[in-house]
């Protein structure tokens, strides 16, 4: 059985930092592309960062770009995002996922997480 866990977010105030977590189970996760996505409150879902399997190839959204940081543990099979800076509009929840391919990741996934909120006080 597949599964993404998500944690490591909460309510954070302006400009502090984050670190998301994603643990993976119940498949190779080594031969998978991972990526982050997040829902703001009423927009759709959008990606906002995905790695390769073997993290050396890494996409960030435009609107994220030197803010978010993603990395991956195939030792761990965790995944990673690293947010500094935070803003309001950072506000939504953060959803893991993953794909056999790594553009796959940038519309959608094969398998998601249940998602963790983020919340940023201005």
């Known amino acids: 059985q597949v599964q993404l866990v998500e944690s490591g977010g909460g309510l954070v105030q302006a400009g502090g930092s984050l670190t998301l977590s994603c643990a993976a189970s119940?498949?190779?996760?080594?031969?998978?592309?991972m990526g982050w996505f997040r829902q703001a409150p009423g927009k759709e879902r959008e990606v906002a960062a995905a790695?390769?399997?073997?993290?050396?190839?890494?996409y960030y959204t435009d609107s994220i770009k030197g803010r978010f940081t993603i990395s991956r543990d195939n030792a761990k099979n965790t995944v990673y995002l690293r947010i500094n800076t935070l803003k309001p509009e950072d506000t939504a929840v953060y959803y893991c996922a993953a794909a056999m391919a790594f553009n796959r990741l940038r519309y959608g996934a094969d398998y998601w997480g249940q998602g963790t909120q983020v919340t940023v006080s201005s």
């Open positions: 790695v390769s399997w073997i993290d050396s190839i890494t």
């Open positions: 119940g498949f190779t996760f080594s031969s998978y592309a």
